[in-house]
Structures are given as C-alpha cells and as structure tokens.
C-alpha cells in the first residue's frame, strides 16, 4: 500500500498505476473517503521492489 498526498494526488495516482503497469504489477484505487489518499499494488516482491524505488 502506497499513501500519496496533496496537492498533486491525482497525478500521482495516474503516475503510480502507470509505473506499476511497466513493471508488470497491478494498482487498485479503493473507494471511499478514507481510502482516497491510498493505492494498494499487487505484484511480485522484486517488480514491487522495482515500482517502489522509481
């Protein structure tokens, strides 16, 4: 799980689920007020290793 904040939360969402593609892991956005600052990536340990560093 990722927690990104504002002012640039959108785009840091989109950038995020765009990077995790690359690199063969999945993002999931989940709903509700208390999630919206939250994406949960899916993946193996070394690509989400990958993801979290770039």
Known sequence: MVEVTAPWMRECKRLLAWIAGQ??????????????????????????????VL
């Open 23 to 52: 690199m063969r892991c999945q993002s999931v956005h989940p709903g509700g007020q208390a999630n919206r600052h939250r994406v949960h990536l899916l993946g193996f340990a070394s690509n989400l290793h990958t993801v979290d």
